[in-house]
């Protein structure tokens, strides 16, 4: 009974494909076809696998990475299921036919994988039907390839997973810290659904000219535990595909967005303003992204926040953007700002900014400054205004990623910093 197809991804090395392989013959009977994708630059080969060589095949991702391969591909499979292998897996000698059953209510057997302290879960086998209804991210809309599996898998009502032990064994572990952390962020995936009624948070983004990261800040947005009241989008005027790629995912009820000519980010983010209803805001940068659990976690810390507290603020996480990529360098824990002296000797942004709409709105937005026509650093802008009528509460947690690449606005605009405060100051 052949009805499975062997789908393996991201498997650079011939030594660990081959292992791969050679793991499959313990269920030769029920594979149908074997396909290995890789990108262009990865260099695979048939190894002699005996009894199931004519049935592999090998394809090359294009533009939407793995993901949108896998939903090209599986659309045209007619297996009943799909088994995923990636990296270094390879299917456990304890593995038999019979372990890679399931009930007919259930759609998708779920493996954890450890690494260090972390337990993260991942998609084996998967009815393609399944497949075919729930797509994947394709490679813009994720923060790093290895995401992939169980950022799908997240997206799958729990009744229809069922985890099954002794099904993979991997051939070596990565120990650096980048793959730890990436692992641990991974991790939250797994965490259960909330709905918490209140208070109610908005995500305000806006873009110029981020057609390589846009995606990945939307889908963050949608791919949480608990989902946020609303999504507000302004494209300020970008020259590249951005707004194409934003207004795809309006649906002009949690996700709105809009267009205008390009004025700067100040002026950007106070068009947005009106159209929020939620009791909080999180602004986030077209080219940074949130964890699985951001909503929940926001809600948690701003339930219980004084009325007179205007922005609630933690840590994030910092990443450095390589071409294919990209490289974890750490959390950046904040501190307790108590005054205008405080923000001013900051060492690095106040962030991730959660500002509460009432006070936000009644300071009258984000300031549009005479200094680059508020073009820059409107984050400290705002914030030294609204430390003249309120004050700011800081708490310890993480679910804010900022991506450092050369493109950010910022990062080209250092040497402007101290014209800046002489300005703000005056």
Same mark, same amino acid.
């Given at each position: 009974?052949?009805?499975?197809t062997?789908i393996? /991804?991201?498997?650079?090395? *011939?030594? $660990?494909l081959?292992?791969? +392989?050679?793991?499959?013959? =313990?269920? %030769? !009977?029920?594979?149908?076809?074997?396909?290995?994708?890789?990108?262009?630059?990865?260099?695979?080969?048939?190894n002699?696998?005996?009894?199931?060589?004519?049935?592999?095949?090998?394809?090359?991702?294009?533009?939407?990475?793995?993901?949108?391969?896998?939903n090209?591909?599986?659309?045209e499979?007619?297996?009943?299921f799909?088994l995923f292998l990636?990296?270094t897996?390879?299917?456990?000698?304890?593995?038999?036919?019979?372990?890679?059953?399931?009930?007919?209510s259930?759609?998708?057997l779920?493996?954890?994988?450890?690494?260090?302290?972390s337990?993260?879960?991942f998609?084996?086998l998967v009815?393609?039907?399944?497949?075919?209804k729930?797509?994947?991210?394709?490679?813009?809309q994720?923060?790093?390839?290895?995401?992939?599996?169980?950022?799908?898998?997240?997206? /799958?009502?729990?009744?229809? *997973?069922? $985890?099954?032990?002794?099904? +993979?064994?991997q051939?070596? =572990?990565? %120990? !650096?810290v980048?793959?730890?952390?990436?692992?641990?962020?991974?991790?939250?995936?797994?965490l259960?659904k909330?709905?918490?009624?209140?208070?109610?948070i908005?995500?305000?983004?806006?873009i110029?000219n981020?057609?390589?990261?846009?995606e990945?800040?939307?889908?963050?947005?949608?791919?949480?535990?608990?989902?946020f009241?609303?999504?507000?989008i302004?494209?300020?005027?970008?020259?590249?595909?951005?707004?194409?790629?934003?207004?795809k995912?309006?649906?002009?009820?949690?996700?709105?967005?809009?267009h205008?000519?390009?004025?700067?980010?100040?002026?950007?983010?106070?068009?947005l303003?009106?159209?929020?209803?939620?009791?909080?805001?999180?602004?986030?940068?077209?080219?940074?992204?949130?964890?699985y659990?951001?909503?929940?976690?926001?809600k948690r810390?701003?339930?219980?926040?004084?009325?007179?507290i205007?922005?609630?603020?933690?840590n994030?996480?910092r990443? =450095?953007?390589?071409?294919?990529d990209?490289?974890?360098?750490g959390?950046?824990?904040g501190?307790?700002?108590?005054?205008?002296?405080?923000?001013l000797?900051?060492?690095?942004p106040?962030?991730?900014?959660?500002?509460?709409?009432?006070?936000?709105?009644e300071a009258?937005?984000?300031?549009?400054?005479d200094?680059e026509?508020?073009?820059?650093?409107?984050?400290?802008?705002?914030?030294?205004?609204?430390?003249?009528?309120s004050?700011f509460?800081?708490?310890?947690?993480?679910?804010?990623?900022?991506?450092?690449h050369k493109?950010?606005i910022?990062?080209?605009?250092?040497?402007k910093?101290?014209?800046f405060?002489?300005?703000?100051?005056?």
């Amino acid at each position: 009974m052949e009805d499975i197809t062997v789908i393996l /991804i991201h498997y650079e090395e *011939q030594s $660990m494909l081959s292992k791969a +392989l050679s793991s499959l013959k =313990k269920i %030769s !009977s029920r594979i149908k076809s074997v396909l290995v994708l890789h990108d262009e630059k990865t260099v695979l080969h048939i190894n002699n696998h005996m009894d199931f060589d004519a049935k592999l095949s090998f394809i090359k991702t294009g533009v939407g990475g793995t993901g949108g391969a896998l939903n090209e591909t599986i659309g045209e499979l007619s297996a009943s299921f799909v088994l995923f292998l990636q990296d270094t897996d390879y299917l456990s000698p304890l593995l038999n036919n019979a372990s890679l059953v399931m009930p007919q209510s259930i759609s998708v057997l779920r493996t954890g994988l450890h690494h260090r302290n972390s337990v993260s879960h991942f998609p084996v086998l998967v009815r393609t039907s399944m497949l075919k209804k729930h797509k994947f991210l394709s490679k813009n809309q994720l923060p790093f390839q290895e995401a992939l599996l169980p950022a799908w898998l997240s997206t /799958i009502d729990q009744s229809q *997973q069922q $985890m099954a032990g002794n099904l +993979l064994k991997q051939a070596r =572990k990565n %120990s !650096s810290v980048d793959t730890i952390e990436k692992f641990q962020f991974m991790q939250k995936y797994q965490l259960p659904k909330t709905n918490l009624n209140t208070p109610t948070i908005s995500v305000v983004i806006a873009i110029y000219n981020m057609e390589k990261y846009v995606e990945t800040a939307i889908a963050s947005c949608l791919l949480q535990a608990e989902q946020f009241d609303e999504i507000l989008i302004m494209d300020d005027g970008s020259t590249d595909s951005s707004y194409k790629q934003l207004a795809k995912w309006g649906d002009g009820k949690q996700v709105k967005t809009f267009h205008k000519k390009n004025e700067g980010k100040a002026k950007a983010l106070n068009e947005l303003l009106p159209h929020v209803t939620s009791d909080f805001i999180l602004e986030l940068d077209g080219d940074d992204w949130l964890d699985y659990d951001a909503c929940s976690m926001i809600k948690r810390h701003a339930a219980g926040l004084a009325d007179t507290i205007s922005v609630l603020y933690g840590n994030f996480r910092r990443w =450095k953007q390589l071409p294919n990529d990209i490289l974890y360098k750490g959390v950046t824990n904040g501190k307790a700002v108590n005054g205008k002296a405080d923000l001013l000797h900051y060492r690095f942004p106040l962030g991730p900014r959660i500002y509460r709409t009432s006070l936000l709105k009644e300071a009258g937005g984000f300031p549009v400054i005479d200094f680059e026509n508020g073009r820059l650093f409107e984050d400290v802008s705002v914030l030294f205004q609204l430390l003249k009528r309120s004050q700011f509460q800081y708490k310890d947690f993480t679910i804010y990623n900022v991506r450092e690449h050369k493109q950010s606005i910022t990062k080209t605009n250092d040497a402007k910093w101290s014209l800046f405060l002489k300005k703000l100051t005056e």
